[in-house]
C-alpha cells in the first residue's frame, strides 16, 4: 500500500464542471471499454496530482457498511468525469444501483458519452436519472432563462425515454460578486435573481414530470450563490418547498476503506430544505474491483426516499 501523503489541507467542495464551451459537443462515437490492469498491488491514498482518494471495497456487501444500511449506493456520469466506456456489469456487481446521467448544460447537448450511460445503465439494471447543469449566472430575466433551458433539457430527457428518477438542477453557477462584501444590494439582487430561476425551473420540471426535482447543491455554494440577504425570506423557503436536496458533502477521514455512514462531517443545516434525499459524500471514488481506474462520483440515496424520487 502507498505511503503517499494527501496534502494536509483539502477542500470539500465538489469539483466544478467545464464550461459549455470547454467540453465540446459532438456526435457519440464507439469507445474502449476501461482497461483493468493486472498488477494492482494497493490502495493509495492519493492519486498523482494528490486528490484524496475514496476507496470501495470488493464486493456489494462489503461496501455496505460505509454508506450505512438504510441507503443505496450510486454515482453520477458526464463527459468528463466517466469518459470511456463504463464496465457496466462489473459497476452493476460492485454495488452501483443507481446513476444520474449529465444530458444538458445551459441551452446545450453536453455529454458526448450520454447514449452509451443511458444504454449500459438500463442494460444492467441500474436506475438512471438525469441532471442539467445551469448558465444561471448569465444576464437576462431569470425566470425567462430558466424557461429556455427547461426546454432544452426536457426536450433531452423525452428524447431519451423514460428514465427511473426524478430530474436535478447543478446548483454550482449563480450570479455573484466574488471578493466583495456577502452582503448588500448588489449581493442581495444577485441572490434574488438565482433564486428565482432555479424556482422557476424547478417548478417547470415538476409539473412536466409530476415528482418535485432534486437540486444538486453544497454549503459553499448556498453560501455564495443563495444566501446573502434571502435566508429564511419567501423565496429562499419556496426554493425548498419545490425541490428536493442533493447534498455534496467530502469525507475527509485518513482512512481510504471507511468512511461514518453518511460521509464526511455532517452538516448543521440544510436550509431551505428539511432534509437531504441523497448524498455525495466523495468526488474521487475508487472502485478496489477496478484496481483503481477511473475517477467516481460516490453518492447515498436514502431507501425512504427511493419512491419520491421515482418518476411516476
Not at 52 to 77: E, K, L, V, Y
Not at 123 to 129: E, L, P, Q, S, T
Request: charged residues 25%; glycine residues 8%.
Amino acid at each position: 500500500m502507498s505511503t503517499t501523503p494527501c496534502p494536509a489541507q483539502m477542500s470539500c467542495e465538489p469539483p466544478t464542471e467545464p464550461t459549455a464551451e470547454e467540453e465540446q459537443i459532438m456526435t457519440p462515437q464507439p469507445a474502449q471499454e476501461i482497461p483493468i490492469p493486472q498488477n494492482f498491488d494497493g490502495m493509495p491514498r492519493c492519486d498523482t496530482k494528490g486528490g484524496r482518494m475514496f476507496w470501495a471495497a470488493n464486493g456489494g456487501a462489503a461496501f455496505s457498511p460505509q454508506i450505512g444500511p438504510n441507503r443505496i449506493f450510486g454515482t453520477d456520469w458526464s463527459g468528463w468525469n466517466a469518459p470511456n466506456r463504463l464496465p457496466y456489469p462489473k459497476l452493476k456487481s460492485e454495488g452501483v444501483e443507481f446513476a444520474i446521467i449529465k444530458l444538458t448544460q445551459g441551452t446545450s447537448k453536453s455529454n458526448k458519452y450520454v447514449e452509451n450511460q443511458i444504454a449500459g445503465a438500463r442494460a444492467n439494471g441500474i436506475k438512471i436519472g438525469s441532471y442539467h447543469f445551469t448558465a444561471s449566472q448569465k444576464s437576462g430575466d431569470a425566470e425567462q432563462m430558466a424557461d429556455r433551458e427547461f426546454e432544452v433539457y426536457k426536450r433531452e430527457i423525452r428524447r431519451h425515454g423514460k428514465f427511473d428518477l426524478t430530474p436535478a438542477l447543478d446548483f454550482e453557477h449563480g450570479r455573484t460578486h466574488l471578493g466583495r462584501k456577502k452582503t448588500g444590494p448588489d449581493q442581495e439582487a444577485n441572490s434574488t435573481h438565482n433564486l428565482k430561476f432555479y424556482i422557476r425551473f424547478c417548478k417547470r420540471l415538476r409539473d412536466e414530470f409530476k415528482v418535485k426535482p432534486l437540486v444538486y447543491t453544497a454549503a459553499w455554494a448556498r453560501s455564495l450563490f443563495m444566501d446573502p440577504g434571502m435566508k429564511g425570506t419567501p423565496l429562499w423557503r419556496e426554493l425548498g418547498q419545490v425541490s428536493t436536496l442533493w447534498w455534496a458533502e467530502y469525507d475527509r477521514t485518513m482512512d481510504q476503506t471507511l468512511s461514518a455512514p453518511l460521509g464526511g462531517k455532517i452538516t448543521q443545516s440544510f436550509s431551505p430544505w428539511s432534509s437531504y434525499d441523497i448524498w455525495q459524500y466523495s468526488g474521487w471514488g475508487r472502485f478496489q474491483a477496478l484496481r483503481g481506474v477511473g475517477k467516481f462520483d460516490f453518492n447515498s440515496m436514502k431507501k425512504s426516499s427511493v419512491a419520491a424520487l421515482t418518476i411516476p
